[in-house]
């Protein structure tokens, strides 16, 4: 035997437990001892639902777990979603589920069995105190780790706290089916979560937002009238039996973020190393993949702290992709009052896919028939995926939901568009898109981000975009062609974006302007001049100008720059409006400038032809715009006549902290649409065909624009298509390209395929 002789484990809770077991199996020589504060019967909760991957891992590790596992196992497949006298169900999930206590009996059992010690009604000696006699210290003590807060300074906690209160309650009777009910109480928006974990027994979790939970009364110190309030807002899921506690109490969710897993020989796991709601899955599932992960280290890697780093690596991605999963759930039933006015099978589709880890392909391929019912009443025509149906926007109608984000190419020659931008316009214009937008197109010399950025201040300028406009509708019929209006602001007079990307230029600078004299990065950009009236009088005509252009040069669409830290999103947000005149301080005055442009903008601007304004949903920043204020501002711009919004986020102060991760941008966009019931546009990380008919299914978007995927491949659109054997109205092959339509073959399809397996 290697690695650690001496271990601690401090909590008796499923992932201590087995960390215990997996590390004694591994070295039965070692000397192990667990410590529970609480007697071996104790716990709370009730089911636990585990995955197949979980249980493959545990199968490969310990069969003598999985066995015992896996003859107290209570499976199903369904989900019931029940909304307004509606149950839509979809199958082919797959749940696996036993009652907490029976698992921690289990575990209780093989411990024993390998000779761990196991110390229950005994706290835990602190984690320093620990590690000066033992090799290994395994912290698995829950949510509210003392061993984690003892060396905050080393583990760097962030705890987040939500907006919803939950409690853990149990009904004696088996569901048939994982089952999420909506209640419309005149409290508020309820929900329940509940699922079968033994024969005669179901888990039930009720949740609301907090402003409903303390409306309803369920604030008093003991919660059992709410428990029966609970039994009877939900009695048709219940059959009308009551709701069994087990000392529960109502709860908020706290997301546990370390930046550190590990100190010395002390290692985090479990609900200590991180947390994510209970909507996606269990606790116990990543406590018992930690176990696992960590055990797999200690055996495979020649020294401690080889193996603890180890340990963090494999772990670390996989928890902070569940936790991005688990965080938009969460987000997801915070705002399930925007979601239920939505038509039955598209509010249970939203739900289904709240995670973004269910999908439209996927979730085609376990329940093919429910997945047709939520196209047919989302209007796609038979055969026609979601993303290839059309739009209308005032007098415009889109062929499909595709949308070629706006993107900066720098490579104008004072301010003219040249064969670079035909070709890179015109390919992703043959390439099937419903809509190709320009980059920004600068309002002034004064208003470019760098040099090589285009205009229309110009007649040589509008010239220039009348032969791309006119190439585009002439060489790809259908294609709307976009163009995006803005002003630097701040952030303009800088280098090229591969000479250095919001670097003040080294020659050739002029001065910048935005509504209040704060540079970008301090001590590095310029410090800008605060327009004044005259100043704004300025940019508004500029504006106005430009949208004169871009009508004769034959555009389809305008799109106001009111995002990313430029001249107009700079009046918006707090973080960088600090005027004390009649355009600064709260958001509707910082409302003002955008408006006055906007509507000067749209005046100049064919009636019949769209018009929709780009903004940041947040600032990524403490101070700055929150999400409760992008609905504000969209809602201002949609009284004065947007067609839709354009959703994306931050760019606004150089020190943001971005929450990366897939589509991360269109919970905002989800938000503005559902709530103001307006036509959005979602950007943000979405690359796939699946993750576009996804978000349109689920009616979190209208459109989805798509940035990097159209730079890799400027047919994206029309691959798309042939990749889901698309051959509709929505994305028509351009005639000299149809030859291509179909995926070319790849690889040999021709070798004999195997018969026989010989011993």
Known sequence: MTGPRRIAVIGGGPGGLYAAALLKRLGPDREITLWERNAPDDTFGFGVVLSDETLGGIEHADPVVHRALRNEFVRWD???????????????????????????????????????????????????????????????????SATREAHAD??????????????????????????????????????????????????????????????????????????????????????DRPLRSNRSSWLTFRTVVNARWSHGATVLIGDAAHTAHFSIGSGTKLAVEDALALAACVEEQPSLPAALAAYESERRPVVESTQRAAAASLRWFEELGTYVDQPPRQFAFNLLTRSRRVTHDNLRLRDAAFTAGVEEEYGCPPGTPPMFTPLRLRGLELRNRVVVSPMDMYVATDGVPGDFHLVHLGARALGGAGLVMTEMVCVSPEGRITPGCTGLYTDEQAAAWSRITRFVHDASPGTALGVQLGHSGRKGSTKLMWEGIDQPLDHGAWPVTAASPLPYTPGVSQIPHALDRAGLDEVREQFTAAARRAAGCGFDLLELHCAHGYLLSGFL???????????????????????????????????????????????????????????????????????????????????ERPEYGRSYQTPYADRIRNTLCVPVIAVGAISSWDDVNSLLLAGRADLCALARPHLYDPHWTLHAAAEQDYGGPGAPWPLPYRAGSRRPPTGRTDAPRPRLTLD
């Open 154 to 239: 080393v583990f760097r906690p962030r705890i987040t706290g939500h907006r919803c209160r939950y409690i853990w309650l149990a009904a004696d009777f088996a569901l048939d089916a994982f089952r999420f009910e909506i209640a419309e109480t005149p409290y508020g928006v309820m929900q329940l979560h509940a699922y079968p974990f033994a024969p005669g027994a179901s888990t039930v979790i009720v949740e609301m937002r907090e402003e409903v939970w303390r409306a309803a009364g369920f604030d008093a110190p003991d919660p059992a009238a709410s428990i029966r309030a609970c039994a009877r807002i939900f009695a048709d899921a219940l059959g």
């Open 573 to 655: 947000s707090p973080l960088t409006n600090r005027r004390t005149d009649a355009y600064g301080g709260p958001l509707a005055h910082r409302l003002r400038f955008p408006l006055e442009v906007f509507d000067a903008v749209r005046a100049a601007w064919p009636d019949d032809r769209p018009m929709t304004v780009r903004i940041s949903a947040t600032d990524w920043a403490e101070g700055g715009t929150t999400a409760e204020d992008a609905v504000e501002i969209a809602r201002a711009f949609v009284a004065h006549g947007a067609d839709a919004i354009d959703v994306s986020t931050g760019q606004v102060v150089s020190d």
């Open 78 to 144: 369904g989900i019931d979603i029940v909304h307004r006298g509606h149950t839509q169900t979809s199958g082919g999930h797959g749940f696996a589920a036993l009652g907490r206590r029976r698992l921690l009996e289990i575990l209780h059992d093989r411990c024993a069995g390998l000779g761990v010690d196991l110390r229950f009604r005994t706290p835990a000696p602190p984690a320093a105190e620990l590690s000066a006699t033992h090799d290994l210290v395994v912290a698995a003590d829950g949510v509210h």
